[in-house]
């Protein structure tokens, strides 16, 4: 899996950024009775949310209906989403979703920029603090969703206006929240999913009893921090022995040969038994 892995992630972020893009596009066009992408069905990025089954959920509780603008499959798509983290950890937020693609480019040109000082703006001692934002955010939305009966979130939500700011159909409050994240991206590694998104905040916690975690072999270990340094989310990789951190999107940076030359990190099924650094049971991806 060894510098693979990163190639798999390349290829799938550019895959669905375009998919995405193309459904936008078709959608928008689809009002003036124009087809772009015939081949691709005419829907709303509201019905491929993820997040809007979360926020699905909410309305057949509360109401025992869909909130407004939302579809039945928000609700397959959340699932399948929580089916994946379940067994693999958080892989849709690194593998998949288009916004943590941009922040993530963004992000290389921050790194031209000021080299090893990106991403070391946030003290780790605040960072740890403002890591819990996210669940605040995650509460603030389901309470608020909860009392107006509709998509409160749309109207700051990034995502939606990446795809859609050269429409009418965007709010100011989500062009601005979008401008703060992509200007925040040159000088924090990827600052709306650690600090902001709601939906990463609800796959964290279920990634937290995910079948495959990252394991930190102590034996081999130098205690070299490179692996704490090319962590996007800051997550202080050399201390633990089990990466179980509800930041972790399994981005797979830890584990790469350029980054780990120790082979200290592994990514395995969580039924492995880890006796002074030796593996037993390891059934390695």
């Known amino acids: 899996m060894k510098n693979r892995s990163s190639w798999y992630r390349y ?21 003036s009775n124009v087809t772009l992408f015939p081949f691709l069905p005419n829907v709303s990025l509201h019905a491929v949310c993820p997040f809007g089954g979360v926020e699905s959920i909410i309305g057949l ?21 929580l089916i994946l983290t379940l067994i693999f950890g958080s892989v849709f937020c690194s593998f998949v979703c288009p916004l943590g693609t941009i922040q993530e480019w963004v992000g290389k040109l921050g790194k031209k920029i000021f080299k090893r000082r990106y991403n070391t703006f946030v003290p ?31 109207d700051v939500d990034p995502y939606y206006a990446m795809y859609h700011f050269f429409t009418d159909e965007v709010t100011i409050g989500s062009l601005v929240v979008l401008g703060v994240v992509l200007i ?30 990252i394991k930190r072999k102590t034996s081999a270990c130098n ?46 099924a969580k039924k492995v038994n880890l006796n002074e650094g030796s593996i037993e049971a390891e059934t390695e991806v």
Not at 20 to 26: E, F, H, R, S, Y
Not at 124 to 147: A, E, P
Not at 228 to 250: A, F, G, Q, V
């Open 223 to 268: 205690n070299c921090t490179l692996c704490d340094r090319n962590c996007p989310m800051n997550i202080e990789i050399s201390k633990k022995k089990t990466i179980n951190d509800s930041l972790c999107i399994k981005c797979m940076d830890c584990v790469e040969d350029d980054v780990c030359s120790k082979d200290s990190m592994i990514y395995t």
């Open 11 to 31: 290829v799938l972020q550019i895959f669905f950024f375009v998919f995405i893009g193309m459904l936008a596009v078709n959608h928008v066009l689809s009002e």
């Open 61 to 81: 509780i509360t109401a025992g209906t869909l909130v407004p603008k939302l579809q039945l499959s928000t609700l397959v798509i959340s699932a399948l989403v």
């Open 124 to 154: 780790q001692k605040l960072h740890n603090i403002l890591k819990y934002l996210r669940y605040v955010v995650l509460i603030l939305t389901i309470m608020l969703t909860f009392n107006a009966g509709r998509l409160i979130f749309a």
């Open 184 to 213: 925040g991206s040159l000088f924090i590694e990827r600052p709306w999913c650690k600090y902001a998104c709601p939906y990463g905040a609800v796959l964290g916690l279920v990634s937290k009893i995910s079948i495959f975690k």
